[in-house]
């Protein structure tokens, strides 16, 4: 059984920050690649980051330079820190493992609220 415990979402300013955390069951986290997806109100999901079991990152376009992935194999947990946060950023976002070698989520966290307030 595959569990993701996302916590971190919250109200924030335009030009704030957020951190997420995502805490995972441990054979599964430490063998795959970790992210997140977000998905705003009347639209698809989209992916945010990426990184792989090595450290290595992918970004959305839309957040790079402001959003930084990372995960701490020890506490089986992957973060998010969202920097310089917009209103365009609200949304529920969501924990994901993924395929291996992949950027395709093959599970999902039960999903947390960014709410970005002008």
């Known amino acids: 059984q595959v569990q993701l415990v996302e916590s971190g979402g919250g109200l924030v300013q335009a030009g704030g920050s957020l951190r997420l955390s995502c805490a995972a069951s441990?054979?599964?986290?430490?063998?795959?690649?970790m992210g997140w997806y977000r998905q705003a109100l009347g639209k698809q999901r989209e992916m945010v980051a990426g990184?792989?079991?090595?450290?290595?990152?992918n970004y959305a376009d839309l957040v790079k330079g402001r959003f930084t992935i990372s995960r701490d194999n020890a506490k089986n947990t992957v973060y998010l820190q969202m920097n310089s946060l917009e209103p365009e950023d609200t949304a529920v976002y969501y924990c994901?493992?993924?395929?291996?070698?992949?950027?395709?989520?093959?599970?999902w966290g039960q999903g947390t609220q960014v709410t970005v307030s002008s």
């Open positions: 994901n493992v993924f395929a291996p070698g992949t950027w395709n989520p093959i599970h």
């Open positions: 441990g054979s599964i986290f430490r063998l795959n690649r």
């Open positions: 990184i792989t079991s090595a450290g290595a990152t």
